[in-house]
């Protein structure tokens, strides 16, 4: 396991393959725990009975939910990329589906630290003429998160697909209720397609625990607001924020009784030897 920390900060990092080895979410940069001032613990699993999910934990990327790049090009038996996973095996002509274990080849990757930043760096090329190189950056500066992507296209074939952070959160373990708030200043609506969401302007909250998923989509005005969004717990007088610059092609939300899951997707689309830079910045706050 990996760590880094500061006067406010630490955060435990999964070496590549570590922890989560599967097919899904990025290898790299994949943050189990996230603790404020030793007190507050931000990190929880996808789902907590043994056998159910697919193994999300903390604050964690995924690549190509609904773009998976070449999956529609290739045949069956063949590989297609997983940036940040590695080259993933078209098993039959069905649909891409993230849900399913695909067989896969690890990408190569690599760690270096120094005092305040790890930096991950993996990459993949696949016998179609897909190739990828992500350089990931996890940085700690007071009580700010930072991760910064650079992901270049080694391929001869183009990379089109979206990324987002699917950020597991549970503020000190509490399950979600009457003690969240889900602040989202740029929101102009919301489309509760499962389970139950409470709006009131421009905050969501959960008058009981749900028992079941909830998810939604949210339509975003990208000029509004200082945060992208804060979740807020009363209780504990703790919360974290999504800080990033950068303009979201579709933001989304999930959850379920202990976790709650703020989505932010970019959309990715590059040539042959074309680069891509963002990054995704969150702050760590108490209120005591």
């Known amino acids: 396991m990996l760590h880094l920390k500061n006067e406010r900060l630490e955060i435990e990092i999964q070496e590549p393959g570590e922890i989560y080895a599967g097919s899904r979410f990025d290898w790299t940069g994949f943050i189990t725990q996230i603790t404020l001032d030793d007190t507050v613990t ?89 190739g990828y190189h992500l350089i990931k950056d996890v940085t700690l500066e007071v009580n700010r998160l930072t991760l910064s992507y650079e992901l270049t296209n080694t391929g001869s074939q183009p990379l089109v697909t979206t990324e987002y952070s699917h950020n597991f959160i549970g503020i000190n373990n509490q399950l979600i209720g009457p003690e969240y708030e889900l602040s989202l200043p740029k929101m102009t609506a919301i489309d509760v397609a499962v389970g139950s969401v409470d709006r009131e302007g421009q905050k969501l909250t959960w008058g009981e625990t749900p028992e079941a998923d909830f998810y939604a989509a949210i339509e975003w005005n990208h000029k509004d607001g200082d945060c992208n969004w804060n979740l807020y717990h009363k209780q504990i007088c703790a919360g974290v924020r999504d800080i990033s610059v950068l303009t979201p092609s579709k933001v989304a939300l999930w959850g379920y009784t202990h976790v709650v899951c703020p989505e932010l997707f970019i959309d990715i689309d590059l040539k042959a030897g074309e680069t891509k830079k963002w990054e995704r910045v969150y702050e760590f706050y108490q209120n005591r």
Do not use: H, M, W
Not at 68 to 75: E, M, R
Not at 79 to 103: H, M, N, Q, S
């Open 42 to 130: 931000y990190c929880v699993p996808e789902q907590q009975k043994k056998g159910k999910g697919t193994g999300g934990l903390g604050f964690c990327n995924e690549f190509g939910i609904d773009k998976p790049i070449g999956y529609n090009a290739i045949k069956t038996g063949e590989f297609f990329p997983k940036i940040g996973v590695g080259l993933l095996k078209k098993e039959t002509e069905e649909a891409y589906d993230f849900f399913k274990a695909y067989e896969l080849i690890p990408s190569d990757a690599t760690v270096e630290k120094n005092q305040n930043t790890l930096r991950f760096k993996s990459e993949a090329s696949s016998s179609s003429g897909y």
